[in-house]
């Protein structure tokens, strides 16, 4: 896991892509990154689902899948990182303020809150993320090239332990997400302990309880191996200084998905009612904005 600067690195120069400084007029173009291996027709596909008429418009870079296989392996095996590089992405700006926006086109193992979620925590703010294959690929390469790409884009370089973090927790949703067959729950599950993870300064043994107290509460369960992946997770971004503006987006997202948690602890929707209303995303107040979401999942779960 340590490697993921070094591959991050290794991986932006193997594209072709400027070193990590902003290139002139990339902020008002856009970042254009295309899967290596796609055929003529695949990328007119690809491109097509990424609603790009002229590609020149934008900054372009590649990645191959020896690129990929070399920056992926360790974390996800070579039966998940596939034997083409296919899936690409346009990267956009966005109005400061706007937050992160995130749709996808044939990914099949990463969510878009799954990108959504790691790009905060990788810093990422305010830009539009598309991400589209021609055929049904798994997209975890998709997230280096996000990565790469806004550092091209905005002119500031991820910071290592970020970039490392955002990456782990990619795989770690995705892999929770499969034992429980539902990486929705995933999400909603490590968003909450993120949370929580902001707000207190917890151990590791505080966060394995902490995990227990929450996933027993959302109907699920661990097993061991998991649970370890994600203390190790939680005490990875842990040493990040979290973003608490960041994960105040996040926040938003997780109430979005508010009636599937609902759900699962058995309350009625309208003991939720207000509950949007009173989010406020404007970066003074996010503090509050988080120390309110903490405080609403903490009744959820008494209430249970």
Known sequence: ???????????????????????????????????????????????????VDHPDDYQVSYTSNRQEHAALDDYLGADVVGSRALSSILLLPRKEGEGISVS????????????????????VKDVSVSIAAPVPVSGTCALLGAMNAYSL???????????????????????????LGDKDTAVQLIAVLKQELAQQDLSEEELSALIDQVSGQMGVRLDEKRKKQVIALLMKLKNTDLDVEGLAEQAAGLYEQV??????????????????EQLDLQPEKAQGVLERLVQWIRSLLNQK
Do not use: H, Q, W
């Open 104 to 123: 996808s086109y044939n990914i099949t193992y990463c969510t878009v809150e799954m990108y959504r979620n790691a790009l905060i925590s990788a810093g």
């Open 153 to 179: 884009l905005s002119g500031e370089e991820i910071d290592e332990k970020k970039a490392d973090a955002a990456l782990e927790e990619l795989v770690t949703t995705g892999d929770v997400g499969e034992l």
């Open 259 to 276: 009636s599937d948690v609902l759900d699962r602890l058995n309350l009625r929707p309208e003991k939720a009612k207000g509950v949007l």
């Open 1 to 51: 896991m340590k490697k993921l600067f070094a591959l991050v690195l290794a991986l932006a120069l193997g594209l072709g892509c400027l070193p990590l400084t902003l290139a002139a007029g990339a902020n008002e173009r856009g970042c254009l990154v295309l899967g290596e291996d796609l055929s003529a027709a695949e990328r007119e596909k690809v491109l097509e689902f990424l609603k």
